[in-house]
């Protein structure tokens, strides 16, 4: 099955500083991918949609210089909070699908990364 | 945009009954509705979807039923067991990006 593969699994930064989050599909090309924020016992909620080689489309209250999005190529998309605040610290998760043609509507999850800002 | 709603947000039962979840969206537009299970420290994992223009879909334990009139979609778990404790997530998707329901903490108890 379709692996998609996040890193770091968790990593703690200093308030004002940025930090960068990865998420690879490891065996097939993903077409679209979505970064979530999941906070404790709470739902998924999409901050953006990225198409390879296009800019993302943020969701409504997501600011996007502050949460920078890089879907630089098929299988790679780059997920950089910059001056981060302790706010920022959460779960964030991406998903990526595949040619509809192979693997339908499915999308599927990375790991996930958790952020601490300190 | 679109809005889905589950319920309930904590589902208990003891091994061997049934479980269902419900959810319902708001826009007609939404014509793929997936179903993931997350456990506890893992990713969202699908288990089952069903598509606009189906009504009832079954995979061993598990059924997912769509009624698109009345906007509303539901999990049904069968023989329920405790590896079946999780969080799971319905979403409904327009256009290919889905909108999650806030999650059920569904809880076995052996």
């Known amino acids: 099955g379709a692996v998609v593969s996040q890193h770091p699994s968790r990593v703690i930064c200093k308030s004002g500083t940025s930090v960068k989050i990865e998420c690879r599909s490891l065996?097939?090309?993903?077409?679209?991918m979505f970064w979530y924020r999941q906070f404790p016992k709470q739902s998924l909620m999409l901050m953006a949609t990225?198409?390879?080689?296009?800019?993302?489309?943020?969701e409504q209250g997501v600011e996007k210089d502050k949460f920078l999005i890089n879907h630089a190529s098929l299988t790679l998309s780059t997920l950089t909070v910059t001056s981060a605040h302790p706010e920022d610290s959460s779960f964030y998760i991406c998903?990526?699908?595949?040619?509809?043609?192979?693997?339908?509507?499915?999308?599927?999850f990375g790991e996930g990364s958790w952020l601490t800002v300190v | 945009g679109e809005n889905v709603e589950q319920h309930p947000s904590t589902l208990s039962v003891q091994e061997g009954d049934s479980a269902v979840i419900k959810c319902t969206y708001s826009?007609?537009?939404?014509?793929?509705f997936p179903w993931y299970k997350q456990e506890l420290g893992k990713r969202p994992q699908l288990i089952i979807d069903i598509r606009s223009n189906v009504g009832e879909k079954k995979d061993q334990r598990i059924a997912v039923t769509l009624n698109k009139t009345a906007k509303h979609f539901s999990l049904h778990i069968t023989e329920t067991q405790p590896e079946d404790s999780a969080v799971y997530f319905c979403?409904?998707?327009?256009?290919?990006?889905?909108?999650f329901g806030r999650g059920t903490s569904l809880i076995v108890h052996p």
């Open positions: 979403a409904a998707s327009i256009r290919d990006i889905p909108t």
């Open positions: 998903s990526a699908r595949g040619e509809k043609r192979k693997y339908g509507n499915t999308i599927y």
């Open positions: 990225s198409n390879e080689g296009s800019k993302a489309t943020y």
């Open positions: 826009d007609s537009a939404s014509n793929y």
């Open positions: 065996d097939f090309q993903a077409t679209t």
